[in-house]
């Protein structure tokens, strides 16, 4: 679970009441609460966002933003060593060994890869089947991006879109000058709700699918590879050295520290 998504919204949330109490008291909050300027920020972006994208593609950004909040991607270092592993048993027995571990496979993409392997395509087969499936799983990401991102751009838009509507209400009753600050403040709260939305919502969201979407890319790039020098009959080590290049340095010197020290253990 990536508890990073939620707590930087929790924390947002709380260090906006919080702010609010020691303004105005606990009175102030319920200054902020307008049920008319809330369906006008709220139900304004996901009309506009509905025009723009079909129902099927903002009704799937919900799991979209599930997955990537609660479910962990395996990292590249533990999908490497797996590929090396299979890759000393494919040394040792053949590739039909490989079939047995099929089964204990948690990673979706690492097993329909190495069941590919165990039937027999060849390296332009398995680049055009599992390339085709990262680069859909790159367009479900950028779909999911997109709809948040303009949903973040569609809030403050409706925000000021309801101050305006405020306003209007407010000077049409000027012969009340005690209904002017009440009217002001609720004009105000729709680009609150607006700035809020997009801020703390909806911006970061799509930037966090962004960075995921790269995530996973880069570990189903590397399984891609590993699967492909499996199927050509390259050597463990030089499987590992190939996979490497998808590590960022520093990784890689934490790789060549742990081999260092399990060889250590190994001649102990």
Not at 10 to 24: D, K, Q
Not at 114 to 140: H, K, M, N, P
Not at 215 to 236: R, T
Request: glycine share 10%; charged share 20%.
């Amino acid at each position: 679970m990536d508890i990073a998504t939620p707590a930087g919204m929790l924390l947002g949330m709380v260090l906006l009441i919080v702010s609010i109490v020691l303004a105005g008291g606990m009175s102030g909050i319920v200054s902020f609460i307008d049920v008319p300027s809330l369906m006008i920020v709220v139900g304004g972006t996901l009309a506009a966002t509905l025009v723009r994208y079909p129902l099927a593609n903002v009704i799937g950004v919900i799991g979209i933003i599930m997955k990537t909040i609660f479910i962990k991607l395996n990292s590249p270092q533990e999908e490497m060593q797996r590929l090396i592993e299979y890759a000393k048993i494919a040394r040792r027995e053949g590739l039909l060994a490989l079939e047995n571990q099929v089964a204990n496979v948690k990673n979706a993409f690492l097993a329909k890869g190495i069941q590919l392997l165990v039937d027999g395509t060849d390296a332009d087969g398995l680049r055009s089947i599992l390339g085709s499936e990262i680069d859909q799983v790159r367009q479900r990401h950028s779909v999911g991006k997109g709809i948040m991102e303009s949903m973040g751009a569609a809030a403050p838009a409706f925000g000021m879109l309801g101050t305006l509507i405020g306003l209007v209400l407010m000077l049409k009753s000027l012969d009340d000058p005690s209904k002017i600050g009440g009217g002001m403040a609720t004009a105000l709260i729709t680009t609150f709700y607006g700035v809020l939305l997009a801020n703390l919502f909806c911006l970061p969201m799509g930037g966090k699918l962004d960075l995921r979407s790269k995530e996973e890319a880069l570990v189903k790039e590397l399984v891609l590879e590993g699967i492909v020098a499996i199927q050509s009959g390259d050597a463990p080590n030089l499987v590992e050295e190939k996979l490497k290049s998808f590590l960022a340095p520093k990784e890689r010197k934490e790789k060549k520290i742990e081999d260092l020290k399990s060889k250590i253990r190994e001649k102990q």
